[in-house]
């Protein structure tokens, strides 16, 4: 393979080869080339790190080129891993060859823990501690993130239970990492006040697996920005805002130049590039993440106002963030430096409504009622932050499909990030993990912090504690897994089988199936709820639980389902959990779901044959 290597490469430069050594080709002549050939050659990407380390053997003038802090190495570690390579200054030096060691064993590492936690956490979400191998783990904390992204990455439809838990791994190493950066930035004085930096945090906190940074949305406002500064030189081509140098923070006294910042922002913002207040739309969470504002170019009143905000100081307009009620505003002073201000001395703007500028009773007007002077106040980073988050909050709260309620979850964590002591938050946290069933230790814990920052709650705490006592107690009696046998007697009437791709007859959704239970094994309650009575075979009859398309589980009657013989795949989050791969007809189990179902594998592919034996004899009828 090196040889190879070696004669495609001295194919890519026979000058140089001919020019170094004419009477001699091959790799006979390969020590007396130059220098930046043989580098050249090394580097060529055909090599791997085991070719580098056999020709690094051979004789001390390639071990000389294959130094551990020279190009060859380097080179071997960014074809391996090239997006660790922004992480490194061109300027520092690095032992490549020890970097790339390092970077392999955190892989195999990570690859060990990933692979190992179906087998731990099958039966339950996976614990707060669960995680505590890789914090363990010597290190850069980059090189095992890397690993869980390359895992992320591999082929779409295998080693989905690898990806499954890499990506939980993963959500809860960079939420750490971000909950960190958000408690020291609010730890900043109250003169600090950057405000899209605070929102990035929320944002990249919400969404952790995406590639949000401060860096990349700044870049995006900088382009806004010069647009205005285009749209402002047709306006005043000497406007002192066009000689504005990045990052400083000068400030516009008169006010008929920030009203002509303010006419070019209107019209860059809301005419030409088109952003405007998502009103039909309101109640989603995409319009208080700062990079889906920039992409979607709509949001609510206090994203918006934020964009704009930031814009208008990069311009020299010092805008205030007002926390108005119901609406999020921002203030322009109109009155004198230094002299005493009142309420009526602004004009408020309304960045939802396309820069509207308004005056108090306008304000009012707006929301529809009378409020009190002090609400037209300025307000800091950290209050900004709380309304952002107390709206994500209010959108948790009404998540109905998602059942893992994950921005309920992260929304909790954010404002008690920032109101550690919240109580009735915090018992809110704690009754979320006990309806959810996970991390009933993390339950106590939050629950005795409740009880000694509020004894009164000794009611609400003393239920949650004697039900989490219960459920742990529960777990410990539990014995070993429940294996159903398809040959079983009891289960003669189970037609369909895990992995198999169903559509419900009435509600024409697609799913999967998970699980099968040889008749309903709901409550009585459940049964009547769901009118289950009214089916013709009512509950003695199969029930399956099946992963629908829509994110949802449901335990469907078997009358209710059938074959789907278009099947495809269903895009659910814990499709990993409990499947290692998708055929293209079915799914196939992973080992913990084959074990509780040990005859169902063969079931399936002779159900598959059968369909599709069926389906190709109508078609060439």
């Known amino acids: 393979m090196a040889a190879a290597a070696v004669d495609n490469a001295m194919e890519v430069v026979p000058a140089l080869a001919e020019e170094?050594?004419?009477?001699?080709?091959?790799?006979?002549?390969?020590?007396?080339?130059?220098?930046?050939?043989?580098?050249?050659?090394?580097?060529?990407?055909?090599?791997?790190?085991?070719?580098?380390?056999?020709?690094?053997?051979?004789?001390?003038?390639?071990?000389?080129?294959?130094?551990?802090?020279?190009?060859?190495?380097?080179?071997?570690?960014?074809?391996?891993?090239?997006?660790?390579?922004?992480?490194?200054?061109?300027?520092?030096?690095?032992?490549?060859?020890?970097?790339?060691?390092?970077?392999?064993?955190?892989?195999?590492?990570?690859?060990?823990?990933v692979a190992s936690f179906s087998k731990r956490f099958f039966s339950e979400h996976v614990p707060c501690?669960?995680?505590?191998?890789?914090?363990?783990?010597?290190?850069?904390?980059?090189?095992?993130?890397?690993?869980?992204?390359?895992?992320?990455?591999?082929?779409?439809?295998?080693?989905?239970?690898?990806?499954?838990?890499?990506?939980?791994?993963?959500?809860?190493?960079?939420?750490?990492?971000?909950?960190?950066?958000?408690?020291?930035?609010?730890?900043?004085?109250?003169?600090?006040?950057?405000?899209?930096?605070?929102?990035?945090?929320?944002?990249?906190?919400?969404?952790?697996?995406?590639?949000?940074?401060?860096?990349?949305?700044?870049?995006?406002?900088?382009?806004?920005?010069?647009?205005?500064?285009?749209?402002?030189?047709?306006?005043?081509?000497?406007?002192?805002?066009?000689?504005?140098?990045?990052?400083?923070?000068?400030?516009i006294m008169e006010i008929e130049l920030q009203s002509q910042v303010l006419d070019a922002m209107n019209y860059v913002l809301y005419d030409q590039l088109k952003f405007k207040g998502n009103r039909m739309d309101y109640y989603n969470a995409l319009n208080l993440y700062m990079h889906q504002v920039l992409i979607r170019r709509t949001g609510i009143p206090i994203s918006m106002s934020l964009l704009y905000l930031t814009i208008a100081r990069q311009l020299g307009v010092p805008l205030e963030p007002v926390n108005f009620p119901s609406h999020f505003l921002l203030r322009w002073c109109q009155g004198a430096e230094g002299a005493t201000l009142d309420i009526f001395d602004y004009i408020y703007i309304d960045a939802f409504g396309k820069g509207k500028q308004l005056t108090v009773k306008e304000c009012e007007y707006l929301i529809g009622q009378h409020v009190t002077a002090a609400l037209y106040g300025v307000v800091n980073v950290k209050k900004v932050l709380q309304r952002m988050v107390g709206n994500l909050l209010s959108l948790g709260k009404r998540e109905g499909i998602d059942q893992s309620y994950q921005l309920l979850r992260d929304s909790l964590d954010l404002y008690l990030a920032m109101y550690p002591d919240q109580v009735q938050l915090l018992l809110l946290q704690a009754r979320l993990y006990f309806h959810l069933g996970i991390w009933p230790e993390k339950v106590l814990d939050i629950l005795q912090h409740i009880q000694t920052l509020d004894p009164g709650q000794h009611g609400a705490v003393g239920y949650l504690v004697q039900h989490t006592l219960e459920h742990i107690e529960r777990k410990k009696e539990e014995v070993g897994v429940e294996v159903k046998l398809r040959?079983?007697?009891?289960?003669?009437?189970v037609c369909y089988s895990i992995g198999l791709i169903m559509k419900h007859k009435r509600y024409g959704y697609n799913c999967v199936i998970y699980g099968w239970d040889p008749t309903c094994m709901m409550g009585h309650e459940w049964i009547r709820n769901m009118n289950v009575h009214s089916l013709p075979h009512g509950h003695h009859q199969p029930f399956y639980n099946v992963l629908v398309e829509d994110g949802s589980c449901r335990y469907a009657a078997q009358e209710n389902l059938e074959y789907n013989v278009e099947p495809q795949e269903i895009s659910h989050p814990d499709v990993g959990r409990y499947f290692s791969e998708f055929t293209g007809t079915h799914y196939i189990p992973n080992a913990e779901l084959e074990i509780r179902y040990p005859e169902d594998l063969e079931f399936v592919y002779e159900t598959v044959q059968n369909i599709y034996s069926a389906k190709k004899e109508n078609i060439d009828e």
């Open 20 to 113: 170094a050594a004419p009477e001699v080709a091959g790799l006979s002549c390969l020590v007396n080339l130059p220098g930046e050939v043989l580098e050249y050659i090394l580097c060529c990407g055909s090599l791997t790190a085991a070719d580098i380390g056999r020709v690094s053997s051979t004789c001390r003038r390639l071990r000389e080129l294959c130094q551990s802090s020279g190009k060859v190495w380097k080179e071997q570690f960014r074809v391996r891993w090239p997006s660790l390579m922004k992480h490194y200054s061109p300027t520092d030096y690095v032992n490549w060859l020890e970097e790339y060691k390092v970077r392999q064993k955190a892989g195999l590492e990570a690859r060990k823990i």
């Open 129 to 251: 501690n669960g995680f505590s191998d890789i914090e363990n783990l010597e290190g850069p904390e980059i090189f095992f993130e890397d690993e869980l992204v390359c895992i992320l990455n591999m082929e779409g439809r295998k080693a989905l239970t690898w990806k499954y838990y890499a990506k939980k791994i993963l959500y809860y190493l960079r939420q750490q990492k971000i909950l960190n950066n958000l408690k020291a930035f609010l730890q900043q004085p109250d003169d600090y006040e950057s405000y899209l930096e605070g929102a990035v945090y929320i944002d990249q906190y919400c969404n952790p697996l995406s590639d949000i940074s401060l860096k990349d949305i700044q870049a995006q406002i900088d382009s806004i920005v010069e647009l205005v500064c285009k749209t402002l030189r047709g306006i005043n081509s000497r406007h002192p805002s066009l000689a504005f140098k990045a990052g400083e923070s000068s400030m």
């Open 487 to 493: 040959s079983d007697e009891k289960h003669r009437d």
